[in-house]
């Protein structure tokens, strides 16, 4: 379920110039707060939560996975170029699963590792705040990931689409209205990091099981609908 050509062709379109240049930035941002917020403060595990949660998991991490999830397929749809790609003997399914492998990969690279390492900039792993951030990155990594490459295959708009849920949905309305914040992949993601903290280091919305339960299940729903509607583009362009 792992084409190599696919993946390869993949990785060269998501680390170009452009997109490197985006991919790169805003984790190096996320290091530079850090570093700053540390040498004007002493360490504190509420500042150390609330930089890593506000700006690394609510901003950075959901902007990354637009990034790599759109730009997985987007612009092969939009230039015409997935034609010569489907016109190959490779599964529709295979090329989807790679794809989400390629996005999901390079999107958990540059969040998680990040956040790992400013989160012990910040608080040296006190309750294992660094630990519990970087794991939230990871897994709300891939479920973006499966969202935007979903939006990827369905519209020509899939990076607008896609910034005005990171943006608006994510960003703005899961942080402030209760009943969005349970529809939040980023709630669901704090569901882990507040397991894997200590008790009371970060504060999540929804249950563990709930939280695990809908990354699993969103993932899963959108991998499956992209595949379909690749399948979709395929019988079109033969008829």
């Known amino acids: 379920m792992y084409h190599p050509t696919v993946a390869r062709l993949t990785y060269r379109g998501l680390l170009g110039r452009r997109r490197a240049l985006i991919l790169f930035a805003l984790p190096a941002l996320l290091l530079v707060i850090s570093a700053a917020v540390r040498l004007l403060t002493e360490a504190d595990d509420r500042t150390a939560a609330g930089v890593l949660g506000g700006f690394a998991l609510a901003t950075m991490v959901p902007l990354i996975g637009v990034v790599a999830g759109t730009g997985a397929i987007g612009p092969e749809i939009d230039d ?16 989807i699963l790679t794809k989400l492998t390629v996005a999901a990969g390079v999107s958990v690279a540059f969040s998680a590792l990040p956040t790992l390492i400013a989160g012990f900039v910040l608080n040296g792993n006190s309750q294992q705040i660094a630990v519990a951030y970087a794991v939230a990155a990871a897994v709300a990594s891939v479920a973006y990931s499966a969202i935007f490459l979903l939006l ?71 991998t499956a609908f992209a595949a379909r509607k690749l399948r979709s583009l395929t019988l079109a362009g033969e008829e």
């Not at 015409?80 to 090329?95: M, N």
């Not at 704090?190 to 699993?216: C, F, H, K, M, N």
């Open 152 to 222: 990827g295959t369905v519209t020509r708009h899939a990076v607008v689409a896609s910034l005005v849920y990171a943006l608006v949905w994510e960003s703005l309305f899961g942080s402030v209205i209760p009943g969005a914040r349970t529809l939040s992949v980023q709630q669901w993601a704090l569901s882990l990091a507040q397991r894997i903290a200590g008790e009371g280091a970060v504060d999540a919305e929804v249950g563990l099981t709930l939280g695990l339960t809908l990354l699993v299940v969103v993932t899963v729903a959108a």
């Open 80 to 95: 015409g170029s997935v034609v010569y790609l489907l016109a190959k003997p490779v599964k529709r399914t295979s090329i």
